[in-house]
């Protein structure tokens, strides 16, 4: 198969972007600054959570994104800066205001992203501090775009990056996000940059529709982030490219993202890939794979490597708008030439049952990377999904996070 | 404040009602069979569950409840004779036809019940053997009352009974639930006995009414089981009470068994009592308050004695159908005098917030029920709701359930 596009083992830098991660002392010492700049004007597209309850930055970030040409993103690490009330959207419009004016852009060309502990006032003396200068520590290469990349983690335990090139173009994009993790219409944060050439509206549409397949369709824990953003900064530089392949390296950089970010998952130990298929409709597919990706019945036995089908049985029949046939339901764990399903397990004698199940539970065991199947009927409608395992290392990441 | 009836502090057996509690051999040698049999015809009333992937012993239990008649209850546990097929729901009439030749009743009064894993095929040659001679094993004293509420526990860590007195007549009560826990229409496995005279609709009625403030305002884990049952039996013998009087009883009894089944979640080491209030309806104030006690990030800060009121923020924000001001959000833990609403968190110097968040920490920490309060607004809508809290224990009992 060719790829349209031609992935990179190594991170690159995007001509015409600068990059910076830094510690300013917001927890610790671990980096929580970073600051993106674009020396050229961009196209620019951006998503938002869904959250009733959107941070500051979901505020400002929303009006200055409207404009489709942001320039330049500045993030902080370990405090969100949502529910901090007028005084945390107006410290979210100085930072703005003077990275701007430290860049020499509109303010409303700067896109604000927070992260980290909701309900404490952003240390916004220690933003303007490092504001200051910032222009001068800004660098070109692949060591500042790995440090942007740290920067901006909380409790991921990797930085999440991707870098491709497309024609004469480049893409590089990162995430973060290891919790608070069920991204609704956009994501935890996610930035790209390119140089390729892509009209403002055809760009937010292309994103829109890789989010959709990509980090809407992650969970680790079922709580939607109040701070999901995913932006694309494109300056132009390398001229248009084939606006098809391009998207197809956006699809390609925000899988691997959201792939890690559900192997990321807080105390995670495994991924799963779950696909459902034989629904009435997309939706009920969805509905069915969000029911069991979120169950945590499902995620401790694929913790604990048990086979437990009997858990999709019941994550399937909670999902009361839907109701499906015991007897159509199928559950495949890996191979599908090896898969379970459940008008087998019936009809097996026990003689032959068990050395399945012992099958399953080496299967689950030994992949890092599990994938399930899950048929429900005979309809049209399906979807993939992403998600983890639930260990007790989430629970040791949760337990105490501001105490 | 003057009851209108008398909780007991002790077990009561009911008049006309006879008990059993056995091991058979299903998995171990813990109890695993019940019988409970009432010697006169009854009125009774019963709920399942909405699941669409309901057990054998749900669905041959709706058509025996129809009646209005049950006189019997047999319970196995360790096995959930769920998604077995048709010869599931063969072995469910069967174990019904048997129980109801050894007793002398119409099969149709029997109500099958079974619990545990789901997808092993019911052994019921061992419960066959079991029902031989059942009759002559049945008890009526305290001692069998208890043995039956033990019988039908699987993860449970204890068992959960209540007695009471209506004018003349007595009612007790039981449940099994620690895991799969989020019920709606009804619950997990509840039983209660009663020589209360009350007519069949009413009953119906008044157990819907009870059932919709207590067992379906639990959630473990947000997972639906597929076995939820409960079921009243009321003979008559002691005539015709105050059926107000005998409602409020019935509603302290599930409250009881609903308040201890969420104190004996899987892992869990503190029950929650949330209480939601301010809502535009009680159907947004359900929908909060589903989504903070099911939310793990809650459910984690908790466990940890963590006051981090941020995570009610996220967890209002993502029921994206009812928007809420964060000015118009407070979060209380405990005592209303000590709360802390996020207003007061945001207005107050470091110097007073820290020592509040302390002393939150403290209360969390200190107390193996804690109360937390949710005000959303000015609306009419109020709800309660009980959790608890997500520990390791909870991976521990599920991740390696059936291996």
Redesign the interface.
């Known amino acids: 198969m060719t790829l349209p596009f031609t992935p990179s083992p190594t991170l690159l830098p995007v001509p015409g972007f600068w990059w910076l991660g830094e510690n300013i002392g917001i927890k610790d010492t671990s980096l929580d600054f970073a600051v993106l700049y674009s020396e050229d004007p961009c196209q620019s597209a951006a998503m938002f959570t869904?959250?009733?309850?959107?941070g500051a930055p979901i505020i400002v970030g929303r009006e200055h994104a409207a404009g489709g040409g942001l320039q330049a993103v500045v993030v902080n690490s370990k405090n969100?800066n949502?529910?901090?009330?007028f005084?945390g959207v107006e410290r979210s419009r100085l930072v703005c205001e003077l990275l701007g004016r430290e860049l020499g852009l509109d303010p409303k060309r700067v896109l604000p992203s927070s992260t980290g502990?909701?309900?404490?006032?952003l240390p916004v003396e220690k933003i303007v501090a490092a504001i200051q200068g910032v222009k001068g520590r800004l660098r070109q290469n692949a060591a500042s775009v790995q440090a942007f990349s740290q920067a901006i983690q909380t409790t991921d335990t990797r930085p999440k990056v991707y870098s491709c090139k497309v024609g004469g173009a480049t893409l590089t994009a990162m995430a973060k996000g290891a919790?608070?993790i069920?991204p609704?219409m956009a994501t935890m944060l996610a930035y790209m940059a390119t140089d390729a050439a892509i009209p403002q509206q055809r760009l937010q549409a292309m994103l829109k529709r890789v989010a959709d397949q990509t980090f809407n369709r992650v969970s680790v824990?079922?709580?939607?982030?109040?701070s999901d953003t995913v932006v694309v900064l494109a300056n132009g530089r390398a001229g248009a490219v084939d606006e098809a392949a391009f998207e197809v390296a956006m699809l390609a950089a925000a899988t691997h993202l959201a792939r890690a970010i559900a192997r990321d998952g807080e105390g995670a130990t495994k991924l799963i890939t779950l696909t459902v298929e034989g629904a009435d409709s997309p939706a009920a597919a969805l509905a069915f794979a969000r029911s069991i990706i979120?169950?945590?019945?499902v995620k401790?036995?694929v913790?604990?490597?048990?086979?437990?089908?009997?858990?999709f049985?019941?994550?399937?029949?909670?999902?009361?708008s839907?109701?499906?046939r015991?007897?159509d339901?199928s559950v495949t764990f890996g191979d599908p030439a090896e898969g379970l399903t459940?008008r087998e397990?019936?009809t097996r004698d026990e003689g032959e049952y068990k050395p399945l199940?012992a099958r399953m539970?080496r299967y689950l065991k030994e992949h890092e990377e599990v994938v399930i199947a899950v048929s429900v009927g005979h309809g049209p409608g399906k979807e993939r999904i992403w998600g983890c395992d639930?260990?007790?290392g989430?629970?040791?990441v949760?337990?105490?996070?501001?105490?």
């Open positions: 869904r959250s009733n309850m959107p969100a949502v529910a901090t009330g005084s502990v909701i309900g404490v006032p919790g608070m069920e609704n824990d079922s709580d939607t982030s109040t979120n169950s945590p019945l401790t036995a913790h604990g490597g048990d086979p437990n089908w009997g858990r049985v019941m994550a399937v029949g909670k999902v009361f839907h109701p499906v015991v007897e339901l459940i397990a019936l199940l539970s639930l260990g007790p989430y629970v040791e949760n337990a105490h996070y501001t105490t």
